[in-house]
């Protein structure tokens, strides 16, 4: 079982560059998300998508753009990177809102913007 | 705005004791969901343990458990016998179950490392 999957695991990135982040799982979950963690500061949502066809603004959506191109793929994409953006970035999926509130997490990805 | 503060940024214990690992939480919503998850080097996270908040008795998942102190927005988790493998970031979060989408809010996180 793959489960939540990401890609790529790292990059850099030069301040004004573009790139996608990758996410798909394999579960048929219904809601998926991206967070970034960043020392000190835990988890923070950045977007989300509850549903197919749905998405939502997280805590910290500012430089970020994302497609729920299907029920299994959640891109979050970065269109012109700042060093603010360096962080390590996770999907995660749950099969729904709240039927267990259990989230699971994709291996994360780390992004250094220079 | 609900939040979640975990102030120990940093904790250790020896192998084979018993470690606590401290939450606090702020919401106003009687309908919630509080975790414990566990980040181990490897970066990928995995759920501990879960307590629904209309639930009195506290939750245990073999040597983890919690002391949920709901009047206090206290959620603690307690490692007892604790193993090399424990090492790990551990971060508690919080989920509005009033709300459809699975949000999580997480704290600031706890690393904790077991020492042979």
């Known amino acids: 079982n793959a489960g939540v999957t990401q890609t790529p695991k790292f990059q850099v990135l030069k301040t004004g560059q573009s790139m996608t982040l990758q996410c798909a799982q394999d579960m048929n979950h219904n809601s998926m998300y991206w967070y970034r963690q960043d020392p000190g500061m835990g988890l923070r949502l950045i977007y989300y998508s509850a549903s197919e066809g749905t998405t939502d603004k997280g805590e910290v959506p500012n430089g970020y753009n994302v497609s729920r191109l299907n029920k299994r793929e959640f891109s979050l994409r970065l269109e012109s990177a700042a060093p603010s953006q360096t962080s390590v970035y996770f999907c995660?999926?749950?099969?729904?809102?709240?039927?267990?509130?259990?989230?699971?997490f994709g291996e994360g990805s780390r992004l250094t913007v220079l | 705005a609900q939040t979640v503060t975990q102030s120990q940024p940093e904790m250790s214990v020896q192998e084979a004791e018993t470690v606590t690992l401290s939450c606090t939480y702020d919401t106003s919503e009687s309908n919630y969901y509080l975790f414990w998850y566990k980040q181990p080097p490897s970066r990928q996270m995995i759920l501990v343990i879960r307590?629904?908040?209309?639930?009195?008795q506290n939750a245990t998942e073999n040597r983890f458990s919690v002391n949920f102190q709901k009047a206090a927005k206290s959620f603690s988790l307690k490692i007892s016998d604790s193993q090399l493998g424990d090492t790990a970031m551990y971060f508690c979060a919080f989920m509005d179950g009033s709300s459809n989408t699975g949000k999580l809010i997480f704290g600031q996180g706890t690393t904790l490392q077991v020492k042979p």
């Open positions: 995660a999926s749950s099969f729904s809102g709240t039927s267990t509130g259990e989230l699971f």
């Open positions: 307590q629904e908040a209309y639930k009195q």
